[in-house]
């Protein structure tokens, strides 16, 4: 894919477009999807007229992304239990970048379902990449007065909804350390002291996983107990392991060696606030293989 010893402006871009894709999605395997129709397009195209590659490229994926965001909105809607993002395996360099990281979080994802398609797509390539206002404009088809004011309200709703305090990765790593260490030697006074009071999880079994909640559990003493209540009842040998996901530090559970589920977290003044749970099977295929992102 490279031309007169030039290399292909997607193969360069590839990183950056499949990040812009995944960060309107909340999928990696749509966000491949959308790359891979976003290629076919680029290929259609003369590439001596385009004076921006990289401009270009990232309207081509967005629109693509805004047309896949429409079709998969009543697949979510139909979604058994609670939808969550699906995790990536990322490398602990990502965190370095931390505004890429806090936006890549399954916690900012979440958060991010809560727009609208467009609200998303102007938010992501504003907030996320810095895009100029009259490129946006172009990627969405809406004017660039338009965008400001759609933008301001998106900026808006994600703050009212955010986590609200930054944690450095040590202090994020400590607490997953500790409920690793929890988790693995059934420590219910070691789970609680890790959990905020209020602390609240939300798991992602997809309908497919038995013993996954389909409702929020809310309050440290309740989860504590239903976290050690359900490992005590699994067949087998379940593990919890450190990693790192989407940017942060978080746990990867493993019956008998096989990846089972991944867990994300928010943490304040070194407490859980949030549990994140995926343990859908349809969505673990990108936590064994580091995903590349970029911004």
């Keep these: 894919m490279s031309n007169g010893g030039v290399e292909d402006p997607f193969v360069v871009h590839r990183s950056l477009l499949f990040t812009v894709a995944y960060e309107m999605l909340g999928s990696a395997a749509d966000a491949e999807d959308v790359l ?24 081509i994926v967005t629109r693509q992304a805004l047309n896949h965001l429409r079709t998969v909105s009543r697949r979510r809607e139909e979604y058994v239990g609670e939808w969550l993002p699906e995790p990536l395996l990322t490398s602990p360099d990502v ?25 998303r797509a102007v938010f992501v390539l504003r907030e996320v990449f810095d895009v100029p206002y009259d490129e946006v404009a172009d990627a969405v088809g809406k004017t660039p007065a338009a965008v400001r004011q759609i933008a301001h309200r998106a900026k808006e709703h994600v703050a009212a909804r955010r986590p609200r305090v930054p944690v450095v990765p040590s202090e ?22 890790v959990l ?4 609240v999880s939300v798991a992602d079994g997809g309908g497919k996983v038995r013993g996954a909640a389909r409702r929020p559990i809310v309050g440290a ?10 490992m005590a009842k699994v067949e087998g040998v379940l593990v919890a392991a450190a990693t790192w996901v989407n940017g ?35 969505k673990l295929g990108r936590v064994d293989e580091e995903a590349v992102v970029a911004r």
């Design 172 to 193: 994020h790593e400590e607490v997953v350390e500790r409920l690793v260490r929890a988790l693995n030697t059934g420590d219910l006074q070691g789970l609680m002291d």
């Design 196 to 199: 905020a009071p209020d602390v």
């Design 248 to 282: 942060q530090p978080g746990v990867r559970m493993e019956l008998d060696g096989v990846l089972v589920g991944v867990v994300s977290l928010t943490v304040e003044d070194g407490r859980i606030t949030h549990v994140y749970s995926i343990a859908n099977p349809e």
């Design 95 to 119: 965190a370095a970048d931390v505004e890429l990281a806090e936006n890549l979080s399954i916690a900012m994802l979440t958060v991010l379902e809560t727009l609208g398609p467009a609200e």
């Design 36 to 59: 891979q129709e976003s290629w076919l397009r680029w290929a259609a195209v003369d590439h001596g007229t385009v004076q921006e590659p990289r401009a270009y490229l990232v309207r």
């Design 221 to 230: 003493e309740r989860l504590a107990r239903y976290l050690v209540g359900g």
